[in-house]
């Protein structure tokens, strides 16, 4: 089982599932299963990870901005201008909102992310940026890329507050 808090747009600071919440969890199910007389083999309690699935609009809307990984229904075809091959369905970028305001988009760029170290040349022009445009109806799966920064012990991607 997964467990999850409520997100609501207007909130402040998102509240994260822990240990103890899911420690909190497991302890009252096992109460309530043993007073129900339900015989259970395993109890598994856990949040959705940094790998979390994106199935709702709502979920789409929280993690606008964060990089995912989308797998389609069927191919594209000739998306990004043809810049994509025909049979392609899985795809990692930036998500957001299409232009058109009706449905997603995820964008990313085919240039190789620089080494630890390497210094990027200023002077060469960057990889161009390609978006694929898609509505909940055309996904087989919705993650978050699990990237993770080790150095700020947080999720890539997640801004500090005030910075």
Do not use: H
């Amino acid at each position: 089982m997964t467990i999850d808090f409520p997100w609501e747009p207007a909130q402040g600071e998102e509240k994260l599932v822990n240990v103890e919440d899911c420690e909190r969890v497991t302890r009252q199910l096992q109460y309530t299963l043993e007073v129900e007389e339900v015989d259970y083999k395993r109890l598994e309690v856990s949040s959705p990870g940094i790998d979390r699935p994106l199935r709702s609009e709502k979920d789409f809307e929280r993690y606008a901005g964060e990089v995912v990984d989308i797998t389609l229904k069927a191919p594209m075809g000739a998306a990004a201008a043809g810049q994509v091959a025909a049979n392609r369905r899985k795809f990692r970028g930036s998500l957001e909102r299409a232009p058109d305001g009706k449905g997603w988009q995820v964008t990313w760029s085919d240039a190789p992310e620089p080494k630890p170290g390497q210094k990027v040349s200023k002077k060469k022009e960057p990889a161009p940026l390609q978006a694929l445009g898609f509505t909940l109806d055309e996904l087989k799966e919705a993650r978050l890329a699990p990237i993770v920064d080790f150095k700020g012990r947080r999720r890539a991607g997640v801004q500090e507050q005030g910075k």
